[in-house]
């Protein structure tokens, strides 16, 4: 991915984990051919993230995918440090969280940096307005403030008149909203998600889901998010991360894993990908023919599902065009059948 120098981006160069007696001794001895099963076998240790390089641009929602055990929820608490990294760098707004003292990294986590996870964490005792102020309370915020400042949040997940309840007086998908509503509170740069909609319902999942893509839009929040779906990971991410056994198998948009997987690991998840809602002229376009004209146009980012549509009424090919109208390629009937089909 670019490298940027926006002072909002995440960025992890070489991290590693190793969960063993002697994790830096082994490290130097692990060979690209061996696999986890192996080096646990011969080392007793558990390589649970493994030379993991990537960026994450600022505004961006970066999501990391795999199964269970793929070591993705390891690698985000790395990143806050709430589990140690054994090796590498973990830069957060150009600083190192791995050789932060005590003093930096609670100084991250209260203002840059906040968490969401699956279980919601909240205070049974406390009710929603204070469980939502509650980092504004650590901060040092006055009561007043904070609370005014929660009370937007609320507003801003669609909770207001919940304040004085409990949470066992809410649902799941309404403690979940009052999670974020108390990661909001901090307008920290940075939110990291790990599975944040996993336990809920499908229908208050895709709710959420649309709650987050709102937000997103709204506060210009740069985002993390941990899942096992791969449907939530292309409706959220503007880059996602197929990972297995500790390590990557690939990086790119959404579109780009679909059309060109890099292995059969990354096209077994992609298979039954929605193509038409996810691929796009630019992924379908042919070169047009110099001179060419078509009465037609489209922009690069149409959707195939639109594609469709327009095709299915036109024998002609259609123009696709840049931002500023140039025409940058040709779609027609044949391609966007075969786009489909693939």
Request: glycine share 6%; proline share 4%; aromatic share 4%.
């Amino acid at each position: 991915m670019t490298t940027s120098t926006s002072p909002h981006t995440i960025a992890c160069r070489n991290v590693w984990k190793v969960f063993g007696r002697t994790p830096e001794k082994i490290i130097p001895a692990i060979t690209p051919e061996q696999t986890r099963s192996q080096i646990l076998n011969h080392t007793g240790h558990l390589v649970a993230v493994r030379d993991i390089s990537f960026e994450v641009q600022a505004g961006e929602t970066f999501v990391v995918m795999g199964l269970s055990g793929s070591g993705k929820s390891t690698l985000v608490r790395c990143i806050s440090r709430l589990i140690e990294p054994t090796r590498g760098q973990i830069l957060v707004q150009g600083q190192d969280v791995v050789t932060m003292d005590s003093k930096q990294l609670l100084a991250l986590r209260r203002h840059k940096v906040s968490m969401v996870f699956q279980n919601f964490g909240l205070f049974p005792h406390r009710r929603v307005l204070e469980n939502v102020a509650y980092g504004l309370e650590v901060q040092g915020m006055a009561k007043k403030a904070r609370q005014e400042r929660a009370t937007q949040m609320l507003e801003l997940v669609g909770l207001s008149g919940w304040e004085q309840h409990f949470p066992r007086q809410l649902s799941g998908g309404m403690q979940q909203r009052v999670g974020l509503a108390r990661a909001l509170a901090v307008d920290p740069d940075i939110l990291l998600f790990d599975e944040p909609f996993s336990a809920l319902d499908p229908l208050i999942r895709r709710d959420m889901q649309d709650e987050l893509i709102t937000l997103r839009t709204k506060m210009n929040k740069t985002i993390i998010f941990i899942t096992h779906d791969f449907a939530e990971a292309l409706r959220l991410g503007d880059h996602i991360a197929i990972m297995k056994d500790g390590q990557f198998m690939q990086v790119g948009t959404a579109a780009e894993l679909v059309t060109h997987p890099a292995n059969d690991y990354v096209r077994a998840f992609t298979k039954d990908a929605p193509r038409a809602k996810i691929l796009t002229a630019a992924n379908l376009m042919r070169p047009a023919p110099n001179g060419a004209e078509s009465s037609t146009s489209v922009s690069t980012e149409t959707k195939l599902e639109e594609l469709i549509r327009l095709v299915a009424t036109t024998d002609v090919p259609v123009a696709v065009v840049d931002a500023e109208q140039h025409v940058v390629g040709q779609i027609d009937r044949a391609s966007v059948m075969q786009a489909l089909i693939d």
